[in-house]
Every structure is written in C-alpha cells, then in structure tokens.
C-alpha cells in the first residue's frame, strides 16, 4: 500500500521563477492538505484540499495556489519566487477531513 | 487550536522506555490530543491521537491525564531509529481543522 508520494524530491530555481509540485495521496485518502516547513522549524500549513475545492488557507500569500484532481491528486504552485520561499514542502494526506494526516517525505526547494 | 509546551530536548538509553511530556493546559472538549514524530530528512509520521482515555497502538501508548491538561507519550522499548522531533498538538476533530505544529521535542536515544 503506497503511502503519499511527492515529485520531485529536489528542485532548484532562482527568484522570480515559478514551480510545481505534486503530490499523490495514499490510497483511500480524499483530502490532501500542504505544508511548509523553513530549517530548524515545524511545518506551517499552507492550504488543504477537498472535493477538488479550496477548504481552509493557512497565513500564505497568494503566490502559493494550489488545485485538487478528481483523483484526488494535487499541485502546489508557487509564482514569483523569493528567496524565503526555499524550504522542504510537505505534503499529507487524510481519509476524510478529520482523519489523522499522513505526511509524505516532501520537495526540498531552494532558491538561487 | 490549543497551544502546546514540550521540553526541547530529552535522552533515552536504548531498550529503555522513552517517555515524552506535553502540557496542554487550555486544551477544549472538542478537541484531541495527537502526535507525529518527524525523522532527520523524513517527513512527519502520524504516531497516536486520543481525546480522554489512553490509548496504545504498536507504536506507542497516550496517557492523557483526567483534567486533560497534560498527556505523556510512551515508547515502550526505545530503539536508535526511535531518535527524532516528536510533536504533540492538539486539533478538533470534526469540520475543517489542521496541524499547527510547535517545536516539539528531539529525542535522542543512545546505545
């Protein structure tokens, strides 16, 4: 049973670039929510995702937008990038949007 | 959600229970008492969630105190690949709600 999987593990950009992530939940899992979390800190919640719609926004601005696939699937965009937003980007996924979230092992991106 | 206060840092000798405080002290009715553990370079892992009665899975054991104010995180037999950041936070349940995730606690578990 895979858990969640995100792509890709690594990426490199330079500010004012634009990037992608994405993110697969684990199998039987609707809800997927984002993370991000700085060095030397815990993850800060981006956004999360149900029924393809937006759900709840955590203090981010909105640069960071996100979309939720009929499968359940997921991206996180990022426009105009600045070099604070280099950090590991976590994402996790629940059965329902009260279930425990399992975290994937998350995009580490760092901005040149 | 409710604010949480864990030490920084604890150790633990190997094969020795490992045993992890949290105080919650203005922890609602509504809202539950979970904990994830982070591994250097690994994303966090969901270890046990409870509201009022311990709880025990195969990772751990929650004991949750009968004012709720406080709860402890028990790794029974702790194991080298037991050392990581563990957070304990609380979050309701029900509707819409996240993880808000504080310091936590790096445990370090020594031969």
């Known amino acids: 049973d895979a858990g969640v999987t995100q792509s890709p593990t690594h990426l490199i950009k330079t500010r004012g670039q634009q990037v992608t992530l994405r993110c697969s939940p684990k199998?039987?899992?609707?809800?997927v929510s984002w993370y991000q979390q700085a060095l030397g800190q815990g993850p800060q919640f981006i956004f999360q995702?149900?029924?393809?719609?937006?759900?709840q926004r955590g203090n981010f601005p909105d640069r960071f937008s996100g979309h939720q696939f009929p499968n359940y699937s997921s991206e996180l965009n990022v426009n105009a990038l600045l070099l604070g937003d280099s950090a590991l980007y976590l994402c996790?996924?629940?059965?329902?949007?009260?279930?425990?979230?399992?975290f994937g092992d998350g995009t580490r991106l760092s901005i040149l | 959600d409710a604010k949480t206060t864990q030490p920084t840092s604890m150790d633990c000798a190997e094969g020795r229970a490992a045993n992890l405080p949290c105080n919650h002290s203005?922890?609602?009715?509504?809202?539950?008492v979970y904990w994830y553990r982070q591994i250097h370079s690994q994303g966090p892992q969901y270890i046990i969630h409870?509201?009022?009665n311990n709880e025990t899975n195969e990772m751990a054991s929650l004991i949750i105190t009968e004012d709720r104010k406080s709860s402890t995180l028990i790794l029974p037999h702790a194991t080298l690949r037991d050392t990581a950041v563990y957070y304990c936070i609380v979050r309701v349940f029900s509707g819409y709600s996240t993880l808000t995730f504080g310091k936590g606690t790096m445990l370090l578990v020594s031969p």
């Open positions: 203005t922890i609602s009715g509504n809202e539950y």
């Open positions: 996790a996924s629940s059965r329902e949007i009260s279930g425990p979230q399992h």
């Open positions: 409870g509201l009022k």
């Open positions: 199998s039987g899992h609707d809800t």
């Open positions: 995702y149900y029924e393809e719609e937006e759900r």
